[in-house]
Structures are given as C-alpha cells and as structure tokens.
C-alpha cells in the first residue's frame, strides 16, 4: 500500500498570499496518477486536480499542480476567502487507491 | 446536473450487516467508474473500495478486504456497498464518487452528499 504524507499539517495565510502543499507518496506513483480535492466544512470533497498537473472542470486558473515519482505539490497562487479549507491529496495509480491526511489552510 | 444520492446509512450493532445503495443521475452510468470513500467524523478521508464500468474488476483497501463487497447495476444507474461484520472503526460518512473512464483506476470526478453508518450496541 502507498502511504501518502502531507506537509504541513495546518497552514495558516492571508488572503493574497500563496499557499504551497506538499504531498508525499512511500513509494513512485504509477503514471503520476496524483489527485488533490478540496473539502469545506459539512460538504463533500471537490476535485480539484488530476494527473497531478490538470485542472479539472471549472476549476480557477489559480489552482495549479506539479510533481512526479513520489513528490507532488499543490499551489495556489493567490488565496481567495473560499479558498479556506482542507486539501488532500490521493494516488489512483496503485491499489489500494490511498488518501493523504489532509493540509488545513485557514486565516492567519 | 450530475447527482449521487446514497441511502442505507443508520445505526447497526457490531457484528451486524448493512447495504448502502448510490443512485446516480445526470451522467451516462456505464462510462464510469464507481467508488466508496469514507470518512469519520472529523477525520481524514479513507478511499474504501472502487468497481470498474462493467462490474468485472474490484478493489478494496485492507480494512475492509473480506467484508465488504462492491457491486453496480449499470441498468438501474445504482452502485451498493454491501458491509458485514461491522466493527466500531466503520463508523463514518460514506461517500459514493464517480470517476469517467473505463478502467478502475480513476479520480473521483463527482461526488454524494454522504450518508452516515454508526456502528454502537
């Protein structure tokens, strides 16, 4: 099983300013296949992007992620308030298809 | 408008057996891959177990190996997650996601609301 971790645990940031999560896998994810969703507090998780580097659908230009092998990164450039949530990461590449503890970004 | 609608969630005594069921709307069913993601109050995301577009391929995290079993009716547009011999750590949100694509190994696109199982005497 691929254990992902998650850097930091908590984030916290202005709006305006830049958020960088890290996330980890135990070993090399098949064909970069890395997921981030966001989650709000009572909703259910969004996927935000796929493949480790594609938007999905609707998704703001803001949100952009990178990385391949064992290392991946979510950035967002600037935060908006609607931005304030949790992020998880997961690899669909080997099965069983792991999640990431989740990173908290809220308001400084 | 894609729509995910679990049912079957409730309170079940340890040991105990329960069915959730997933319908879906608004997408064409068998291009999809189906998943059940669960999540206990307050914590982190837990990928349980995925079905491919046709049935015939299956996975399931090691937590639940043995005692859960997926299945899909693509002509009802239904997923099920059949759960037996219930601990307490199965208590959570189960979460009901879909994945375009073909194979088993896909993202969850969409997304249910949830439906809580509580596993207590």
């Known amino acids: 099983e691929i254990v992902l971790t998650q850097s930091p645990g908590t984030l916290s940031l202005s709006p305006g300013e830049r958020a960088t999560l890290s996330c980890r896998a135990s070993?090399?994810?098949?064909?970069?296949?890395v997921a981030w969703y966001q989650q709000k507090p009572g909703q259910a998780p969004r996927l935000l992007i796929y493949?480790?580097?594609s938007r999905a659908t609707g998704i703001p230009d803001r949100f952009s992620g990178s990385g391949s092998g064992t290392d991946f990164t979510l950035t967002i450039s600037r935060l908006e308030p609607e931005d304030f949530a949790v992020y998880y990461c997961?690899?669909?590449?080997?099965?069983?298809?792991?999640f990431g503890p989740g990173t908290k970004v809220h308001v400084k | 408008e894609v729509q995910l609608v679990e049912s079957g969630g409730g309170l079940v005594q340890p040991g105990r057996s329960l069915r959730l069921s997933c319908a879906a709307s608004?997408?064409?069913?068998?291009?999809?891959?189906m998943h059940w993601v669960r999540q206990a109050p307050g914590k982190g995301l837990e990928w349980v177990s995925g079905?491919?577009?046709?049935?015939?391929?299956?996975d399931y995290a090691d937590s639940v190996k043995g005692r859960f079993t997926i299945s899909r009716d693509n002509a009802k547009n239904s997923l099920y997650l059949q759960m037996n011999d219930l601990r307490a750590e199965d208590m959570a949100f189960y979460y009901c996601?879909?994945?375009?694509?073909?194979?088993?190994?896909?993202?969850?696109?969409?997304w249910g609301q949830g439906t809580l199982v509580t596993v207590s005497s």
């Open positions: 997961q690899q669909y590449g080997n099965s069983p298809f792991t």
């Open positions: 608004g997408l064409t069913f068998h291009d999809y891959a």
């Open positions: 079905i491919s577009w046709n049935g015939r391929s299956t």
């Open positions: 996601a879909a994945g375009y694509g073909t194979g088993r190994a896909t993202v969850c696109d969409y």
């Open positions: 070993q090399r994810v098949a064909s970069s296949y």
């Open positions: 493949a480790a580097s």
